[in-house]
Structures are given as C-alpha cells and as structure tokens.
C-alpha cells in the first residue's frame, strides 16, 4: 500500500537558519507528491507539489525535489523566519485518488 | 465564496448524540473529500467522492460513518450515536478531478465529543 514517513518534531531553529524537514514514501505507481502547511488557526494549504521524477515544487521559498531513487520529497528552505512555524505534511496520492499524509512535523522558528 | 466552506466551524455535543457536517465544495470542483485530524495526528481519509461514480467509502472507521453528496455540490457527514474517540478536527477538499490537480481544503469543523 501507499504509505509516508515524515520525520518527527518539532523542529526548532533560530530565524535565518537552513531547514530540511525528511519524506520518504512508499507507492505502487507513479505519485504525485505534495508538501502541505498548516499555520496557526488556519486550514490546511497546498505548499508546493511534484507530479514526476527530477521534478521541483518551489513556493514561498521552500522547495523539494522529486527523488525516485531515493523515494524521497525532503522539503528545504535556506533561510526560515518566523512566520514559517506551522506544521508541515508530505503526502501524496496516485491519480484522482484520497490523498495518503505523513504525520506532520512542527517547525517552530525563533527570532 | 473561492474556497471550500464548511459548518459549523466547532460543535459540542454529548456522547450518544448524533451530529452532521456539511461541505460547500469550490464550484466545478467534481471530486469531494473527508478527512479526520486528531490532536496532534496526520490526516486520515474517510470518504471521496468523484463525479456520479459510486463513493470510496473505504476510510470510514465504522457504521456510525456515513456521508452524501447530491450531484456536484454539497455534502455531508453524519455521525451516528457519538462516541468520544470522534473527537477531531474534520476536514473536507475538493479538486477539480483531472490528474494531478492538488485537493483544495476548508478550515474543517471541530468536533467535541463530551
């Protein structure tokens, strides 16, 4: 089956710090594969996604790269600020179907 | 509105009660989901639906589970007889159906089991 694993938080880093959250999948298929960002008392919004392998999602500052022969989307930002602490989810889905979520990671940023 | 709307934004009830849940989902959007988020837990998928094909029902934790969706538009979610393990945040996404289009979510509704 699909499945996710995304490392555990919360993460804490000072502001202008280099972040790497981790994403490792397991799919039959070809996925697509997404990061997700809850921010404090708000929905859930798409980040940035990645429907092929090579392929690069970049939003915001975050990027990921679509690694097949890694089974990987580890998710970057080479400088966080404050406003970045939420909770962040990899998932991904085949075709049409539900979306599978990793468990979420925290990422709390201080000044 | 542009995005998914769901109501109410938080409900209380007591355990045994049943409740209902409702999605407004992005106009034209053709597929529908459900989601459930316990504290401090991933996301977990109840229920999509696609067009006017038969519904994925395979997330849905037990019987007291079920949920509609009339054509293209609203749905909703109903639990029957509520347990406290019910307790989450529900959430609904919409999309429009074609590959690789990224599901759209609301704020979901806050469920409180008493």
């Known amino acids: 089956g699909n499945s996710v694993t995304q490392m555990e938080g919360p993460v804490t880093l000072s502001e202008e710090a280099f972040l790497t959250i981790n994403c490792t999948y397991t799919a039959t298929g070809y996925p697509s594969l997404f990061w997700y960002v809850q921010y404090p008392g708000e929905g859930l919004q798409l980040l940035l996604k990645?429907?092929?392998?090579?392929d690069k999602g970049s939003n915001k500052g975050f990027e990921a790269t679509y690694r097949k022969e890694t089974t990987s989307f580890h998710l970057e930002k080479g400088s966080v600020q404050v406003s970045d602490s939420a909770v962040y989810f990899c998932?991904?889905?085949?075709?049409?179907?539900?979306?599978?979520f990793g468990t979420g990671t925290r990422l709390l940023v201080s000044p | 509105g542009a995005g998914v709307s769901q109501s109410p934004s938080n409900k209380v009830t007591e355990k045994g009660k049943d409740v209902e849940l409702r999605c407004d989902p992005i106009?034209?959007?053709?597929?529908l989901y459900w989601y459930r988020q316990r504290l401090g837990q991933g996301l977990e998928f109840l229920i999509y639906?696609?067009?006017?094909?038969?519904?994925?029902k395979s997330g849905l934790p037990s019987d007291r589970f079920s949920a509609e969706r009339t054509g293209e538009s609203v749905s909703t979610l109903t639990i029957q007889r509520t347990q406290q393990e019910d307790s989450a945040v529900y959430l609904c996404?919409?999309?429009?159906?074609?590959?690789?289009?990224?599901?759209?979510f609301g704020d979901g509704t806050r469920l409180s089991i008493l």
């Open positions: 996404a919409s999309s429009p159906g074609t590959v690789d289009q990224p599901q759209h």
């Open positions: 639906f696609q067009g006017n094909s038969a519904p994925d």
């Open positions: 990645a429907t092929k392998a090579d």
């Open positions: 106009s034209g959007h053709t597929a």
């Open positions: 998932a991904l889905n085949t075709g049409f179907q539900k979306l599978v």
